[in-house]
């Protein structure tokens, strides 16, 4: 079975610049959490989206935005980026986000570097 | 607030010694808690979770962590370390309330293992 995919695996922008990343879910999960995480740092939550609404957000500013569509995959879209944005991007599929609990599974995730 | 402290961004061992990675978190509740391993380049895979089960987690890869509520740690053993299991290790714990989705990270341990 196919697990979470991502694209594209490496990014490279420039200031002030926006990108999209891409998210597939595994077959069947219905959630999809973003996660930043800067070098030498644990990832940090961005948003998660269940059924195409968004369940939480994270700690940063407007700029990052996401949304989820019918088939449940997702997008991450960034904008005006900044130097501190470079990071390894990963999404995460969970089955359902209703429990009080579903093992998170993540993709290799989206190098971005920002010049 | 929910949080995990890993103590020692950096472990060092020989092949065959053991292994202890430290976690210690903060949570008003009972929390989730969770190891996952990022080799490099690549996403996290889950090594082990605890969710108020047995306190003695045993996980893939022979990794095993025990849940100790009076010392809020979580820490992660493994009785004969391999080369294989050089990576970055990340303890987690899901936030209280949560409907699924997020995940906060420690800072990350760092294991080497020398021949």
């Known amino acids: 079975d196919a697990g979470v995919t991502q694209s594209p695996t490496h990014l490279i922008k420039t200031r002030g610049q926006q990108v999209t990343l891409r998210c597939s879910p595994i077959s069947g999960h219905k959630s999809v959490s973003w996660y930043q995480q800067v070098l030498g740092q644990g990832p940090q939550f961005i948003f998660q989206?269940?059924?195409?609404?968004?369940?939480g957000r994270g700690n940063f500013p407007d700029r990052f935005s996401a949304r989820q569509f019918p088939n449940y995959s997702s997008e991450l879209n960034v904008n005006a980026l900044l130097l501190g944005d470079s990071a390894l991007y990963l999404c995460a599929s969970s089955l359902e986000g209703r429990e009080p609990y579903n093992e998170q599974f993540f993709g290799p995730g989206t190098r971005l570097t920002v010049l | 607030a929910q949080s995990v402290t890993q103590l020692g961004s950096h472990v060092s061992v020989s092949e065959g010694a053991l292994v202890l990675l430290r976690c210690n978190y903060s949570s008003s509740v009972p929390p989730y808690l969770f190891w996952y391993v990022q080799y490099p380049n690549q996403g996290l895979q889950l090594l082990l979770k605890?969710?108020?089960?047995?306190?003695l987690v045993k996980g893939i890869n022979g990794f095993e962590a025990e849940f100790k509520k009076s010392e809020t740690s979580f820490h992660l053993t493994k009785p004969s370390a391999h080369m294989s299991d050089a990576a970055e290790y990340f303890c987690a714990v899901l936030r209280s309330g949560n409907q699924g989705g997020k995940l906060i990270f420690g800072q990350g341990t760092e294991l080497s293992v020398k021949p």
């Open positions: 989206y269940y059924e195409k609404e968004e369940r």
């Open positions: 605890y969710t108020s089960a047995a306190t």
